[in-house]
Nanobody, 121 residues
Framework: QVQLVESGGGLVQPGGSLRLSCAAS????????MGWYRQAPGKQRELVAR???????VYADSVKGRFTISRDNAKHTVALQMNSLKPEDTAVYYC???????????????WGQGTQVTVSQ
């Protein structure tokens, strides 16, 4: 199983920056994709950014040019640098990993516990 532990959320003023980090641990065969999702109150969880082990990156249109995802494949960590934050970025941010717990298993999603990001004056 994969355990994901996030850190770095908090309260920031509009225009400010935050950096989220996530580390994967536990017993697993491989992690193909790591990324970040967010869920605002009353809304569905949505993709923010994801990064495959081969380097392919996907960003939500709403964060392009402001957020940058990075990953250390050897350490199984992923980070999200968030700049020029807006009030609409306020949400619980969840780390996600998609991979295999063993050589013979089906791939599945794993989720962190979530970290609150609040953008407000």
């Amino acid at each position: 199983q994969v355990q994901l532990v996030e850190s770095g959320g908090g309260l920031v003023q509009p225009g400010g920056s935050l950096r989220l980090s996530c580390a994967a641990s536990g017993s697993f065969f491989s992690i193909n994709v790591m990324g970040w999702y967010r869920q605002a109150p009353g809304k569905q969880r949505e993709l923010v950014a994801r990064l495959a082990s081969g380097g392919t990156t996907v960003y939500a249109d709403s964060v392009k040019g402001r957020f940058t995802i990075s990953r250390d494949n050897a350490k199984h960590t992923v980070a999200l640098q968030m700049n020029s934050l807006k009030p609409e970025d306020t949400a619980v941010y969840y780390c996600n990993a998609f991979g295999y717990s063993s050589r013979w298993s089906q791939p599945q999603d794993y989720w962190g516990q979530g970290t609150q990001v609040t953008v407000s004056q």
